[in-house]
């Protein structure tokens, strides 16, 4: 576990709120904060308005709360990747590459899900699937496959990459309801061989 994943362990719920953009962890993290501000107020700014045995209780709940959640996220953190993978994913992401470029999409995808399988926090390789799934018109895996590395740290040198092609999927949304409106009103505007290009184009 690197230092910086380390370090959200400190204040509950944040392991799941920053390394995962859960609701749930943000939920955790605010009554943590409540619990720790009410301990406070009452046992040095409202200590003669408030009952010690109540002070008490107050700072055992927060104590429970956060002994509870920390070791729960140290628990389920993912095992560090081994570094011996590292070449191996590498060789395989060059292979993933490749077969990308020469337009063999089941290839690729299967070299991408081999190298994700040795490094699950590989940005570029998942990127990369997103990419191919986009491009092979399997849009809803496209999506979810950005959704989800847009909110992992993996994710974060490959903003304007995972922009970009948010971008072009929704592009691909709305040339499908374009086409489905054409076949539902009966208007066909292009022959085949300039739909055959447009197709080509918006795959591109």
Do not use: C
């Amino acid at each position: 576990m690197g230092l910086a994943r380390s370090l959200t362990l400190v204040w509950p719920g944040m392991p799941w709120l920053w390394l995962r953009g859960s609701v749930g962890g943000l939920v955790l993290a605010l009554a943590f904060a409540v619990l720790l501000d009410m301990a406070i107020v009452t046992t040095w700014i409202w200590s003669e308005l408030v009952d010690v045995r109540i002070s008490i209780a107050i700072w055992t709940a927060t104590s429970v709360v956060w002994i509870v959640a920390t070791a729960s996220a140290a628990s389920a953190f993912p095992a560090p990747i081994h570094r011996d993978s590292d070449a191996a994913a590498d060789t395989l992401f060059v292979k993933a590459r490749d077969a990308y470029l020469a337009r063999d999409w089941l290839t690729a995808e299967t070299r991408l899900r081999a190298v994700l399988a040795l490094a699950p926090t590989d940005g570029e390789a998942q990127l990369l699937l997103a990419t191919l799934l986009r491009r092979v018109g399997r849009t809803a895996e496209a999506k979810r496959a950005l959704e989800q590395l847009s909110r992992s740290d993996s994710g974060a040198p490959w903003q304007t990459a995972i922009a970009r092609e948010v971008v072009l999927l929704d592009q691909v949304g709305r040339d499908e309801d374009a086409d489905s409106d054409r076949v539902e009103s009966g208007v066909v505007p292009m022959g085949n061989g300039d739909s055959a290009k447009a197709s080509s184009e918006r795959a591109a």
